[in-house]
């Protein structure tokens, strides 16, 4: 049976994810980092909206595509640097997505609504993007969080904590209070949300 062009689309990221040189240890294996992080993607925004839009799960899964293409040292290491970064991943990511998606045959309004999701335009607004980004906070939260905390002190990762919290729904935060979270990382999150 062929494959069709949303499972042709979901195995070309996967390819371009699949070169990631860095490196992401679980249970003793390795695997290329982007790859990992886009698959966690998947899953946990069927996990959260099992009946996901097309276009969202494309978008969810090309989130970070390729991504280490384009290194935070290459800007500033202030706030201005970190968002113009921020705002050069997403037009890359954005546009390798949308040639993928050309190079299937999806028609060009379908390409446009991915490259808006990717964009992560008007959170709060669009009842897509906000779930977008309630799933990438839910995969932080589920899977790089306690790494990050042991890493950084309480205080920077309230605030971070708070950062995140604060671009949620409130569907989005009562997914988060149901992760199965360590009780020090429950705590930092109550005392982010107090």
């Known amino acids: 049976m062929k494959p069709t062009r949303f499972e042709t689309a979901i195995a070309l990221i996967d390819k371009k994810n699949a070169e990631d040189p860095n490196t992401y240890q679980v249970s003793g294996l390795e695997y290329p980092k982007e790859l990992l992080y886009s698959q966690r993607m998947s899953r946990k925004l069927l996990q959260f909206k099992p009946n996901a839009s097309r276009a969202l799960q494309i978008a969810a899964r090309a989130q970070h595509i ?105 569907e989005g935060h009562a997914e988060a209070l149901k992760l199965k979270l360590s009780d020090k990382a429950l705590s930092l999150i109550k005392q982010a949300i107090a």
């Open 66 to 170: 390729c991504r280490w293409k384009i290194a935070r040292d290459e800007y500033p290491m202030d706030r201005v640097g970190y968002l113009k970064w921020r705002e050069t991943l997403k037009k890359m990511h954005a546009d390798l997505t949308s040639e993928i998606l050309n190079q299937v045959g999806y028609d060009s309004e379908f390409i446009e609504r991915v490259s808006f999701l990717i964009n992560k335009k008007l959170i709060k607004k669009n009842e897509e993007t906000q779930i977008l980004e309630d799933t990438i906070c839910l995969v932080f939260l589920d899977y790089y969080f306690e790494e990050f905390a042991e890493k950084h002190n309480d205080d920077k990762v309230v605030d971070i904590l708070r950062k995140t919290w604060g671009k949620m729904s409130e």
